[in-house]
Nanobody
Framework: VQLVESGGGSVQAGGSLTLACEFS???????MGWFRQAPGKEREGLAA???????KYADSVKGRFLIDKDVARNKLLLHMNNLQPEDTAMYYC????????????????????WGQGTQVTV
């Protein structure tokens, strides 16, 4: 499983960005999603997309972020609107074969896959 994030950058408060995660490999199981980590803070789950098309968002991004999948291009997307300074962090794409991330929004290094991340600065 390989996950490569892109699309990060610097944006003014109130602006928008779309992150992309290009994935390759045999299977991604039941769930893919996004989380972020700011310096000195815990990992924060943001959004999850289940294999049946169901989506889930953390309260902190609900109504502002949208998770989507471009199946033809093997990409997972995160559309981010009305970005605020507190959204500044490294953003990671995640794959969870078990599907547990959809219910917990808690990234687990021992059972999930993720890429190198892409930096977002607001």
């Amino acid at each position: 499983v390989q996950l490569v994030e892109s699309g990060g950058g610097s944006v003014q408060a109130g602006g928008s960005l779309t992150l992309a995660c290009e994935f390759s490999g045999s299977t991604y199981g039941n769930c893919m999603g996004w989380f972020r980590q700011a310096p000195g803070k815990e990992r924060e789950g943001l959004a999850a997309l289940y294999s049946d098309g169901s989506v889930k968002y953390a309260d902190s991004v609900k109504g502002r972020f949208l998770i989507d999948k471009d199946v033809a291009r093997n990409k997972l997307l995160l559309h981010m609107n009305n970005l605020q300074p507190e959204d500044t962090a490294m953003y990671y794409c995640l794959a969870d074969p078990s599907g547990a991330y959809f219910y917990t929004l808690k990234p687990l290094s021992e059972s999930n896959y993720w890429g190198q991340g892409t930096q977002v600065t607001v």
